[in-house]
Every structure is written in structure tokens, then in C-alpha cells.
């Protein structure tokens, strides 16, 4: 048992549990009479049994992570009707096979529930979610949505008390993440390449795919990259000797760059800022030869390619309009019906689906604060603030190297949030409440020291 638990804490499981995610995901195409392609449902089946059998014989519920994020990027259809029960079959069979896992953990393991450091922003956002419940008219879609906080909140009270973090483990999954979805980007282009053989070279290569990452769409793919995107430093400080991971590097900013996002691009953009100045600031001789050496390298390469980077450009102009709501893609008319929301029910908000009958198309408001204040009025805004205070007090105290990765992807992506659905995504929810649960649950705060006001990797 010692050996298996030695494998899963390795990132050989990590790579090969996110390798069968890409795999399972890659495969679109229809399989009738199934709901999802048969592939697909194959892998999505291996991930969750796997996941039930870590959570049944180990008490350190760590293994999961990678499952558990597996889970969030590996649908690869959008609009699944689900309005018959051989249509929610598959889905009911995974739930359940889901549920074998926790209920069996806590048969034989016993875990106590506490509350935890993040525990307060967690329950208050969980009653902003359920308090519109009180007065608007039953909806069984509201009330579904709603339920989504209470989630959380079981999610981080279970994931707090059965966690044994690891800080290198943590920065390992997200190095992984931020591949397989540069990978799933990279994937989508090729595709619209392969479709497009009349165009030209450098007009392929912007194609894309008619078809959405069925999990979410290129600006939902941008906040995860840029959350995720600290983690190659985190790997450059720790082996310095190496250029590989300077050269990885490369790939998400090419996906970034591809997607055509504006706000993706903004996200990324104080994302790499971020990592750049902490670069400065904290690295060490070593470190600065490396970038030396990539930055000279990636300049010759992008100028041989320049002629996609000026087709590019010209997208970029295409895509600002000609007033400030066409630049903003139509968000400033959503964002004033937000606020006339808001203004009808000041306290506790519209509820989850207060933009259905406005926008049926939507499910949110593109900004993290006109959600809050639509939805859940100013006691959802009260939750919000308290779980950013909770988070800040937390990693601004004995700052680390890890911590301050941290805080560079997760200000990356509130930036972001002010043009984009990021906060209450539930890909986003369920990473950032794990990443939480992992760094207040390690045993070591930090696997880096201070010499001279520059980091170095402590040699064990």
C-alpha cells in the first residue's frame, strides 16, 4: 500500500490521470444512441472509479485533486438535452458511483469535521445563494443553482478535515491543468486547420472549430491558463539548471494569443506581468541567465512568425467595434440590467436566474461584482468581501514563495472577473476551494528559503 500511495503521489498519476482526461475529451464526435460520445463516457467512468476506490482505501483524500479537476475540463459537449431518464441515466450512474466514494470514506476512516480557516466566507456565501429562495416565486432550476453554494461549503468542509497538503503536489496538478488546457486549445485550432484546407497558412491557424470546449468556451479556458500559469515558476525556482520549462512556457501564451479573447488576453496579460516582476524581485543569478537565454531565443522565433502575429492584429482591430458596447460585446446593456435588478431587491438580491428573462441565452452577468449585486444583493456582496478578507489575511501573513504564486494567478483572474463569469464559475469555485484546503492543510508552508532577499529551493 505504501508503494501505491507513493505512485499516487508522484506526478507520473498526475500526468497520466490528465493524459486520459485529454484523450477522453479529444473524442467529439457522435456515438448514437449515447448522450456523449462512448469514449468519452468511457473515460469520464475510469476517472470516477478511480476516485471512489483513492477515497475508500487511503484516509489522505490529496489523490483525489487531480480526479476531482479532471472531472471539471473533461465534457466535451455543450447543450446536452437531458429531458428524459435515459438521457440522465449515464449521469445518475456517475453520481452514484461519485458518492460511493465519500460515504464509504467516512465509514471507515471517521474523519471530524471542523471549522476551518476559510470557513465563515464559505457559509455566508452559501446563505446569499439560498436567501432569494425566501421570497421569489419556486423555481426548480433556482433552486438547483442555489444549492450550488451549499456545495461549497460541504465540498471545503470535507476537503479541509480529510486533507494532507502538500504545496509541491498542489503546484504539480496545476502545472498539469494549465497543460491540458493549453493542449485542449491547441487541439481546437488544429481541428479548424484540418477544416479549412482553402485557406492560407497563417488564416488556418486562426480557423478554430465550429464547436465549443462543451465544457465551457475560450473565454472561460483564458482564466483557468492564467490561474494556473504561476505554476511554471514555481518548477523554474525549484530546478533552475533547466530550460525546458522556460520553453513551456511558450505554449499557453500561443493558446492565450489563438483564443483572440480580450479579456482573456487582459487576464493573462497581469498574470505574466505578475510572474515577470516576482521574477525580478525574488530570483536568483541562475534563474536570470535561463531567461536570458529563452527570451533571446523567443524573440527569433516570433519574428520569423510575425506575419501571424500581424494577422492577429489585424482580428484584434476587427474585434473592438465601432462604440463602446460593441467593444464591450454587448456587456454594458447587460451590466445596466443588472443594476436595475439590484435596485428591485437591494438586500438579498434577484436570485440565480434573475437574468433569464432579460437574457435566456445567458446564466450570467460578466462582471464579478454585478453578479453579486443582481443575485445576491448587498449580503452577497458582504459574503464576497468577507471570503477576500479571509484569503488575505491568510496569505499575506508570512508571505512564501508558494503564497505569492498564489495571489499573482488569483488577482490575474478577479481582473478578469470584471469582464467575464470567473468568481462563481464552478470550475473556479471548486479549484480555488481546493487550492485553499491544500495550503492551510500542509504540513510544510513553503519548500523555499530567503538568501539575500532572493528565493532558493531548500535541497532535501
Known amino acids: 500500500m505504501k508503494k501505491l500511495e507513493s505512485f499516487l503521489s508522484s506526478g507520473i498519476f498526475i ?3 490528465f493524459l486520459i482526461t485529454f484523450l477522453s475529451w479529444s473524442f467529439y464526435q457522435d456515438t448514437p444512441p449515447y448522450i456523449l460520445n462512448i469514449f468519452s463516457m468511457i ?14 482505501f487511503f484516509r489522505n483524500t490529496l489523490y483525489t485533486v487531480p480526479l476531482i479537476l479532471s472531472f471539471l475540463f473533461i465534457v466535451n459537449k455543450s447543450g446536452i438535452p437531458l429531458d428524459s431518464f435515459s438521457q440522465l441515466a449515464f449521469f445518475f450512474l ?54 450550488a453554494g451549499v456545495f461549497y461549503l460541504g465540498m471545503y468542509l470535507f476537503y479541509s478535515n480529510t486533507l494532507k497538503g502538500n504545496l509541491d503536489y498542489l503546484f504539480k496538478v496545476l502545472l498539469f491543468v494549465n497543460l491540458l488546457l493549453t493542449a485542449q486549445v491547441l487541439f481546437f485550432y488544429y481541428q479548424g486547420y484540418l477544416l479549412h484546407p ?5 488564416h488556418r491557424i486562426y480557423a478554430g472549430w465550429d464547436r465549443t470546449f462543451g465544457w465551457g468556451n475560450v473565454n472561460s479556458i483564458c482564466f483557468y491558463i492564467s490561474l494556473s500559469f504561476p505554476s511554471y515558476l514555481y518548477f523554474i525556482f525549484k530546478k533552475p539548471k533547466t530550460y525546458g520549462l522556460w520553453f513551456l512556457t511558450v505554449l499557453p501564451l500561443s493558446a492565450i494569443l489563438l483564443t483572440q479573447s480580450r479579456g482573456g488576453m487582459l487576464g493573462f496579460l497581469i498574470a505574466v506581468i505578475g510572474v515577470v516582476v516576482f521574477f525580478i524581485l525574488k530570483g536568483n543569478k541562475k534563474h536570470f541567465i535561463h531567461g536570458l537565454v529563452f527570451l533571446g531565443i523567443s524573440a527569433v522565433v516570433f519574428y520569423i512568425g510575425r506575419h501571424a502575429l500581424y494577422l492577429w492584429w489585424d482580428f484584434f482591430l476587427q474585434s473592438l467595434g465601432d462604440d463602446l458596447n460593441d467593444f464591450s460585446s454587448g456587456r454594458l446593456a447587460i451590466y445596466k440590467q443588472g443594476w436595475f435588478i439590484f435596485k428591485q431587491y437591494p438586500v438579498f438580491g434577484g436570485g440565480w436566474i434573475a437574468i433569464k428573462p432579460y437574457y435566456p441565452e445567458l446564466f450570467m452577468f460578466h462582471d464579478t461584482f454585478v453578479q453579486v449585486l443582481a443575485t445576491t444583493g448587498l449580503f452577497g456582496l458582504f459574503a464576497l468581501g468577507i471570503q477576500y478578507v479571509q484569503i488575505g489575511k491568510f496569505m499575506f501573513r508570512n508571505v512564501t514563495l508558494e503564497k505569492s504564486l498564489f495571489l499573482i494567478g488569483f488577482a490575474a483572474t478577479q481582473i478578469h472577473g470584471l469582464v467575464e463569469n470567473v468568481q462563481f464559475a464552478i470550475p473556479y469555485s471548486i479549484i480555488i476551494l481546493l487550492m485553499l484546503s491544500i495550503f492551510e492543510t500542509s504540513e510544510k508552508s513553503t519548500s523555499f528559503e530567503i538568501i539575500n532577499h532572493r528565493y532558493h529551493f531548500i535541497e532535501t
Open 15 to 17: 500526468f497520466l490521470i
Open 198 to 202: 482553402e485557406l492560407d497558412f497563417f
Open 94 to 147: 456517475i453520481f452514484g458511483l461519485f458518492l460511493i466514494g465519500p460515504i464509504v470514506h467516512f465509514i471507515r476512516f471517521k474523519p471530524t469535521m471542523k471549522r476551518k480557516k476559510f470557513f465563515w466566507g464559505y457559509l455566508f456565501i452559501a446563505l446569499s445563494f439560498l436567501m432569494p429562495l425566501i421570497y421569489l416565486p419556486f423555481s426548480f432550476h433556482l433552486l438547483l443553482v442555489s444549492l
Open 43 to 56: 473515460g469520464i467512468l475510469v476517472l470516477v472509479i478511480l476516485s471512489s476506490l483513492i477515497l475508500s
